[in-house]
C-alpha cells in the first residue's frame, strides 16, 4: 500500500519573515502560503506583532 505524501495545512497560523527585500523571501513567502501560513515581511526590524507570531524566519 503507498501513501500519498500530505502537505500540511496550518490553518492561517501567522509567520514573520525578517529579510532585506530579495527574490528569496518572495520565493519563501509564496512556499509559506502554499501550506496555509500568512506571512507577514519585515525589514529591517520586526513589527511589535511578531511577539504573537506563530513563526519567524530570518537571515
Same mark, same amino acid.
Given at each position: 500500500?503507498?501513501?500519498? #505524501?500530505?502537505? #500540511?495545512?496550518? =490553518? =492561517?497560523?501567522?509567520? &514573520? !519573515? $525578517? *529579510?532585506?527585500? *530579495? #527574490?528569496?523571501?518572495? /520565493?519563501?513567502?509564496?512556499?509559506?502560503?502554499?501550506? =496555509? $501560513? !500568512?506571512?507577514?515581511?519585515?525589514?529591517?526590524?520586526? /513589527?511589535?506583532?511578531? $511577539?504573537? /507570531?506563530? &513563526?519567524? @524566519? @530570518?537571515?
Amino acid at each position: 500500500m503507498t501513501r500519498t #505524501p500530505r502537505i #500540511p495545512n496550518l =490553518g =492561517g497560523a501567522r509567520a &514573520f !519573515v $525578517l *529579510h532585506r527585500p *530579495h #527574490p528569496t523571501v518572495q /520565493a519563501i513567502t509564496r512556499q509559506l502560503s502554499a501550506i =496555509g $501560513l !500568512v506571512t507577514v515581511d519585515c525589514w529591517p526590524e520586526l /513589527a511589535p506583532e511578531a $511577539l504573537a /507570531a506563530d &513563526f519567524v @524566519f @530570518f537571515d
